[in-house]
């Protein structure tokens, strides 16, 4: 997990793959970490893939410390 906090939009959606990429953790990690509850998405309606939220990135990462 990276030591500088994430440069995220707090209304901004982002996928599993920049979230990963944000936190530079693998992908594996964020899907692992979402399927226990630590980390909250939401689904697009049209392809109900996940998204999370900038507020919720933030959230999780200050968790970590």
Do not use: D
Not at 23 to 42: K, M
């Amino acid at each position: 997990m990276t030591n500088v906090e994430p440069k995220v939009s707090e209304m901004g959606r982002y996928t599993t793959k920049e979230v990963a990429e944000l936190l530079e953790v693998n992908v594996s990690t964020v899907r692992r970490h979402t399927e226990a509850g630590y980390l909250r998405c939401g689904h697009w309606r049209h392809n109900g893939r996940r998204f999370y939220t900038g507020k919720e990135i933030l959230r999780y990462y200050k968790a970590q410390l």
